[in-house]
């Protein structure tokens, strides 16, 4: 993924101006909170829904490609946000980044610096696996309360790209895209936290 640091910042400010800190939640607090956005990953891959975008891309399907250049330029498509409600809401892709963009706002607010740690050398071959098994070893590593939390934080991270990259998802753009959207949303994106 891109610069860490970078999109830590931009995932905490926009959790603050989307009202998530005003009461100031705990580490636990926010980490149940991503727990919760692996469990809408799982039924999102019990119910076999993956980003249109994906799909096509997979497929070469030029003049369906056509569409996806509605979205393709997170930070220029024109009526991007109906786009991106239509081929990648409520998706694996799109639940698997809100896991990043969760975590990220963490490491924000706590003002991890992920350029001063060694780098995760967690390896999981992940398709060996069920998915559901994936979600399950994620959480539990996420849940380790004899490991800091600045070290779940980049383990959840790090597991997640590899597992993207196992599913052949561009993580990085899954995670730019939900960014752009989530700026648009209500406060809290209308729930109670």
């Known amino acids: ?8 910042e931009i995932a905490h400010q926009n959790a603050v101006e989307h009202g998530f800190w005003t009461d100031k939640p705990s580490a636990e607090h926010c980490l149940m909170l991503v727990v919760t956005e692996i469990a809408e990953m799982v039924e999102a891959d019990r119910a076999g829904k993956i980003a249109v975008i994906n799909h096509i891309r997979k497929q070469n399907n030029l003049a369906a490609a056509q569409k996806t250049r509605l979205i393709d330029d997170v930070d220029s498509a024109p009526d ?5 409600t239509e081929m990648v809401k409520n998706t694996v892709e799109d639940e698997m980044a809100d896991v990043v963009i969760r975590l990220l706002d963490l490491a924000g607010s706590l003002g991890i610096d992920f350029d001063k740690f060694s780098p995760n050398k967690y390896h999981r071959a992940f398709d060996r696996f069920s998915f559901a098994e994936n979600a399950f070893a994620l959480t539990k590593g996420l849940c380790r309360e004899n490991i800091n939390i600045f070290k779940r934080i980049q383990f959840g991270i790090h597991y997640v790209s590899g597992w993207a990259k196992c599913q052949g998802i561009n993580l990085d753009w899954h995670v730019r895209a ?5 700026a648009n949303r209500p406060v809290r994106h209308g729930k109670k936290y």
Request: cysteine-free; overall charge positive.
């Open 80 to 84: 991007f946000n109906a786009a991106f």
């Open 178 to 182: 939900k960014m752009r959207f989530n």
């Open 1 to 8: 993924m891109e610069n860490l640091n970078r999109l830590s």
